[in-house]
C-alpha cells in the first residue's frame, strides 16, 4: 500500500507540469484578444492594453468582473461574455501569467 502511495505521489510530482494550463491558449480560446488585443496590446482606446501587466492583477480583476464586483462600462458585456462566465480562478491566472510575459 505504501509502494502505492508513493508511485501515485512521485506520478502526480511528474506530471504536473504536463497538466499546467496554456495561458496563450486560453487568451485565444476565450476570445480576449478580441477586444484587448491578439497579443494584449489593445489597439482601441475603449479596451485597456493587458500585456505586461502583472498576473495575479489581472487574474484578480477578472473575477471580480465575473462575480460583479468590479463594476464599469465595459464590464457588463465581459460579464455575460461565454469565455468569463465559464472561466476558472485557475484559468484567469494561467491567462494572466501569459499576458504578464508578453511586451
Same mark, same amino acid.
Given at each position: 500500500?505504501?509502494?502505492?502511495? *508513493?508511485?501515485?505521489?512521485?506520478? /502526480?510530482?511528474?506530471? &504536473?507540469?504536463? *497538466? &499546467?494550463? =496554456?495561458?496563450? /491558449?486560453? #487568451?485565444?480560446?476565450?476570445?480576449?484578444?478580441?477586444?484587448?488585443?491578439?497579443?494584449? +496590446?489593445?489597439?482601441? $482606446?475603449?479596451?485597456?492594453?493587458?500585456?505586461?501587466? /502583472?498576473? =495575479?492583477?489581472?487574474?484578480?480583476?477578472?473575477?471580480?468582473? $465575473?462575480? !460583479? %464586483?468590479?463594476? !464599469?462600462?465595459?464590464?457588463?458585456?465581459?460579464?455575460? +461574455?461565454?469565455?468569463?462566465?465559464?472561466?476558472?480562478? /485557475? %484559468?484567469? *491566472?494561467?491567462? !494572466?501569467? #501569459?499576458?504578464?510575459?508578453?511586451?
Amino acid at each position: 500500500m505504501k509502494k502505492l502511495l *508513493l508511485s501515485a505521489a512521485l506520478l /502526480a510530482l511528474c506530471t &504536473a507540469p504536463l *497538466l &499546467a494550463l =496554456d495561458g496563450k /491558449a486560453l #487568451y485565444s480560446e476565450k476570445k480576449c484578444g478580441m477586444c484587448h488585443g491578439m497579443d494584449g +496590446n489593445s489597439t482601441s $482606446k475603449m479596451f485597456p492594453s493587458l500585456a505586461g501587466k /502583472a498576473a =495575479d492583477f489581472l487574474a484578480a480583476e477578472t473575477m471580480k468582473i $465575473k462575480s !460583479g %464586483e468590479r463594476k !464599469g462600462r465595459m464590464t457588463v458585456a465581459m460579464k455575460n +461574455n461565454a469565455g468569463v462566465k465559464h472561466l476558472s480562478e /485557475a %484559468e484567469a *491566472l494561467a491567462i !494572466g501569467e #501569459y499576458l504578464a510575459s508578453v511586451k
